[in-house]
């Protein structure tokens, strides 16, 4: 008689084949990531992390101010949110029956709504491109109109409908037909009403700053288009998906701007916890009504892990979170610290032309040099590829100071730092330190940094 299968282990499972991360990879998943990370030196293994910090297997620590696009708003393995996890598990509930109604999604929708007291009703999600396709439907049915507008250059998802929304046309390409939804440029309030005048409108979805970039919507522009929008009996949809929950030192950004009130916010990334996925779209009561007319639509919009009580569970423990250790202000206080440092290196850098954004969400802008020997290594890698240079900053930051980050988008020469809410005048005096030293090898026209820049433009232009 054979033995019997030894039971599953998850730990000794790493530990055997955890070193196979990028092999596996590149044989059964997107075979361009690994290939993408060796050519820029982002090929690291990570080992544990904690906070706002990675470690490799050598002890050495990094500082993440990416936060996992956003999704890490608490850094990572917060204390308060493992627990509420626990909990939940050992809880044993009688999850997803389908046909009762459990306290938890309950009790996160009301803590939810507290920060949107002009919203009544909330439809939870797995994922914030759900979220925004949850909006989109809700808006369609409830104005009777099949038409929604959106903002050049936005990011609102990837899955069909959102990706009708979605303002870059790289994320679009190869995959039409979509929804026949009209993209106005943000801030535009004349190209809102030429558009408005078509009567075929449902709603307009706007990220209140935009993520490709880090743009602001201009002051006055989400009140002035709420208006215009109810006067042609539209909704205004706003994507807080990466913008809410405290990032830009309000819970959400609209609300920086007084009668700038959304009909449907949708959010997600750092309502998870960084752990089970969760999204959630807020409404009006009149707009659900509208959807969930009568007992024969009760689940004419549904998802099926939308609601369950791990993700319930750790919303629930993020906003306890954000209240407790009040992250809100902390986001204000130490964004304006951080950009406040930044602006100061505008006058002493030549490629650095402009850092902008709200609490912590920021955007470093690059931008043409002056002088005559800076400005022909610019112009080289803008005939390559404009973006390289962005991409040559965030190299060096990794690879010699331990720091990650991110270009904010295809071609573009802005870093966007979107770390977890809870860093502060530590972190920020490592980051400005380290990108002080990466911004000194750039002017001082050698060393490591172009070096890997002629390796980006050498791939540059095999790729074309």
């Known amino acids: 008689m054979t033995d019997p299968s030894p039971p599953f ?12 991360r990028y092999e596996l990879h590149t044989r059964h998943l997107n075979h361009q990531l690994p290939r993408m990370l060796r050519t820029i030196g982002f090929d690291k293994v990570y080992v544990r992390a904690e906070g706002a910090y990675f470690w490799d297997a050598d002890g050495d620590d990094y500082l993440d101010m990416l936060s996992g696009f956003g ?16 909990d939940v598990l050992d809880a044993s509930l009688a999850d997803l029956t389908r046909f009762d109604c459990q306290p938890l ?3 996160l929708a009301e803590r939810l709504l507290t920060h949107s007291p002009h919203l009544d009703r909330v439809f939870f999600t797995s994922s914030g491109t759900e979220a925004v396709e949850t909006a989109l439907k809700f808006a369609r049915c409830a104005t009777g109109r099949p038409r929604v507008l959106y903002c050049d250059h936005a990011f609102h998802g990837l899955t069909t409908g959102s990706l009708s929304v979605n303002g ?5 390409d190869g995959f039409a037909p979509l929804l026949p939804d009209t993209a106005v440029p943000l801030g535009d309030l004349d190209a809102l009403r030429h558009e408005l005048a078509r009567g075929d409108v449902a709603a307009l979805i706007v990220e209140p700053i935009q993520g490709k970039g880090v743009h602001e919507a201009p002051p006055g522009y989400l009140p002035a288009a709420r208006e215009l929008l109810h006067r042609h009996k539209a909704l205004l949809i706003a994507d807080e998906v990466q913008t809410g929950l405290g990032r830009t030192g309000d819970f959400y950004a609209h609300q920086h701007e007084p009668g700038a009130d959304p009909d449907l916010i949708c959010v997600a990334k750092a309502l998870s916890g960084g752990y089970v996925p969760v999204g959630a779209t807020l ?20 998802a099926s892990f939308g609601a369950n009580a791990q993700a319930m569970a750790a919303g629930l423990a993020v906003l306890s979170v954000i209240e407790d250790e009040q992250l809100v202000a902390n986001a204000r206080a130490t964004g304006e610290l951080l950009r406040t440092r930044l602006a100061a290196l505008v006058d002493r850098y030549e490629f650095l032309h402009a850092v902008r954004g709200r609490g912590l969400m920021t955007g470093i802008e690059f931008g043409r040099p002056v002088s005559l020997k800076l400005r022909g290594r610019w112009t080289m890698l803008q005939a390559a590829r404009k973006g390289l240079f962005a991409q040559m900053v965030v190299v060096p930051l990794l690879r010699r100071h331990r720091i990650l980050t991110q270009v904010s988008g295809d071609r573009l020469e802005v870093i966007k730092l979107i770390p977890p809410l809870t860093v502060g005048e530590r972190e920020v005096d490592r980051f400005l330190d380290a990108f002080a030293a990466v911004m000194d090898d750039a002017h001082s026209g050698g060393g490591l940094m172009w070096d890997f820049g002629r390796t980006l433009v050498g791939q540059a232009l095999a790729n074309r």
Not at 168 to 172: D, L, V
Not at 293 to 302: E, G, I, P, Q, T
Request: glycine share 10%; hydrophobic share 40%; net charge positive.
């Open 105 to 107: 999604p309950g009790l």
């Open 9 to 20: 282990d998850l730990a000794r499972l790493l530990a055997d084949r955890g070193s196979e």
């Open 168 to 172: 870059e046309s790289g994320f679009r």
């Open 283 to 302: 409404g009006k009561d009149w707009i659900f009504q509208k959807v969930y007319s009568s007992m024969d639509r009760v689940l004419v919009h549904s």
């Open 71 to 86: 999704v890490m708003g608490l850094g990572r393995h917060h204390p308060v949110v493992r627990k509420a996890l626990h």
